[in-house]
């Protein structure tokens, strides 16, 4: 019998990334454990590739906010879209994420995406948050604890839908719940291609996750980034042509 591509995934998940956690549990720096996993798996080139303009949210949990009221979604959305343009001045794909404690409301972790900076494909914005968690030692200590249950209180609010690296490791953390703000229709963990996160044949707890909070500001700062040049791309394509689509 054929394997599917959805077969592979499940035994790389279910296999292969499992001993990641033991990395995560010590505190370990996510650049180490996430390069030891991209190096078993020879890095698929697609995950590489660039998100396009046809963003889209029809497969993923999708919950539209309420722009008439105010909400903490908002306010922390807001500032996961402010790293997001912080990413973008910098020439880096626009997205970014801020953590937040739940029981008392605070930010304990930012991040954006530096994979031009640092030269590693695998710096994504959560990771980068997930570092700046661990770098603490007040939460290094809990999350060592395997009794605190300390991820199980922290909430995510990024502008993309984790891509399947990052919901992957959001699940093997034990996260409590992810808000999203655009869908990721080409390497979404989080419901648009594949569903990390509440898929039950896959080990560790499965974690709700919303999107469509800010989903249109997050679209278009994706769009205003990949309408320019990217000058850090091996082989940088010209895009005289190429206008910004401001349609949703």
């Given amino acids: 019998m054929a394997l599917t591509c959805t077969d592979i995934f499940k035994f790389v998940f279910a296999?292969?990334?499992?001993?990641?956690?033991?990395?995560?549990?010590?505190?370990?720096?996510?650049?180490?454990?996430?390069?030891?996993?991209?190096?078993?798996?020879?890095?698929?080139?697609?995950?590489?590739?660039?998100?396009?303009?046809s963003l889209d949210m029809s497969k993923a949990d999708v919950i539209v906010l309420d722009r008439g009221v105010e909400t903490e979604h908002h306010k922390f959305m807001r500032a996961a879209l402010d790293l997001a343009l912080e990413a973008h001045s910098v020439g880096e794909v626009p997205v970014g994420c801020v953590f937040v404690h739940g029981p008392s409301k605070e930010v304990i972790g930012r991040g954006r995406n530096r994979t031009n900076e640092s030269l590693n494909g695998t710096r994504h914005a959560e990771f980068e948050g997930i570092d700046m968690i661990l770098s603490q030692e007040k939460y290094r200590v809990q999350a060592e604890d395997k009794s605190s249950n300390f991820w199980r209180d922290i909430i995510l609010y990024v502008t993309i839908e984790p891509c399947v690296m990052c919901a992957s490791a959001l699940r093997q953390l034990g996260i409590g719940q992810v808000y999203y703000g655009a869908g990721n229709d080409r390497f979404g963990g989080n419901g648009s291609v594949f569903?990390?996160?509440?898929?039950?044949?896959?080990?560790?707890?499965?974690?709700?996750?919303?999107?469509?909070?800010?989903?249109?500001?997050?679209?278009?700062?994706?769009r205003k980034f990949y309408v320019g040049e990217n000058t850090h791309a091996p082989e940088p394509k010209k895009k005289k042509h190429r206008v910004l689509k401001e349609d949703l």
């Fill in 15 to 53: 296999v292969i990334l499992p001993p990641v956690g033991v990395f995560l549990e010590r505190g370990c720096g996510s650049d180490l454990l996430i390069n030891i996993v991209l190096t078993i798996l020879g890095y698929i080139p697609a995950f590489t590739q660039r998100i396009d303009n």
């Fill in 195 to 222: 569903h990390i996160h509440t898929d039950v044949n896959l080990p560790h707890s499965t974690y709700p996750s919303e999107g469509g909070y800010f989903r249109a500001e997050a679209i278009m700062v994706l």
